[in-house]
T-cell receptor, first 112, second 112 residues
Framework: DAMVIQNPRYQVTQFGKPVTLSCSQT?????MYWYQQKSSQAPKLLFH???????NEADTPDNFQSRRPNTSFCFLDIRSPGLGDAAMYLC???????????FGQGTRLTVV | GENVEQHPSTLSVQEGDSAVIKCTYS??????FPWYKQELGKRPQLIID?????GEKKDQRIAVTLNKTAKHFSLHITETQPEDSAVYFC???????????FGQGTRLTINP
């Protein structure tokens, strides 16, 4: 009965090689978020979608892009991963008006 | 934008004692304050939340208090158990499901 599903759980990519992380949800929530979490740090919001409206954080590097083709799916594209992009990437969803965010299991990205 | 400060960064208590973690926030428009527990390698899990129209909320051994005037909120865990050991994050946001901003986290260790 997983509600927010991230694939893959672990991803190894080469330095500079584009990589895509995926997130799907069965909650029909209209808001989806991507967070980056490095070891022992707080989750850092990269961007979020409110329905189809994309909201980018001011300090999110251009190297990070996102797509939301429909309500259920959201993708994180890293165009040219650097060593500093190695982290856990967390997808979350919420229903507008409630505030509560539901997190996926995360994708741990390693850059070699 | 919102800024959330969390203290302490690490906390060690004896099993059975109480633990208190404190957070302050900067944006007076924030009206939703969740607390997440994150075990090593796992997703953040919501353990309790409070909204701005409430001053205190309790769920078994966990309670949260909110002081909107002072812009601070606290997590209280009573009768701590070894399974309470984890990293705890506070967050602040708007109920309109705009972004949640996380505190830096507190690593709680319960000593048997």
């Amino acid at each position: 009965d997983a509600m927010v599903i991230q694939n893959p759980r672990y991803q190894v990519t080469q330095f500079g090689k584009p990589v895509t992380l995926s997130c799907s949800q069965t909650l029909n929530h209209n808001v989806m978020y991507w967070y980056q979490q490095k070891s022992s740090q707080a989750p850092k919001l990269l961007f979020h979608y409110y329905d189809k409206d994309f909201n980018n954080e001011a300090d999110t590097p251009d190297n990070f892009q996102s797509r939301r083709p429909n309500t259920s799916f959201c993708f994180l594209d890293i165009r040219s991963p650097g060593l500093g992009d190695a982290a856990m990437y967390l997808c979350a969803t919420s229903r507008a008006g409630t505030g509560e965010a539901f997190f996926g299991q995360g994708t741990r990205l390693t850059v070699v | 934008g919102e800024n959330v400060e969390q203290h302490p960064s690490t906390l060690s208590v004896q099993e059975g004692d109480s633990a208190v973690i404190k957070c302050t926030y900067s944006d007076s428009a924030s009206n939703y304050f969740p607390w997440y527990k994150q075990e090593l390698g796992k997703r953040p899990q919501l353990i309790i939340d409070i909204r701005s129209n409430v001053g205190e909320k309790k769920d078994q051994r966990i309670a949260v208090t909110l002081n909107k005037t002072a812009k601070h909120f606290s997590l209280h865990i009573t009768e701590t158990q070894p399974e309470d050991s984890a990293v705890y994050f506070c967050a602040a946001g708007g109920q309109g499901a705009q972004k949640l901003v996380f505190g830096q986290g507190t690593r709680l260790t319960i000593n048997p």
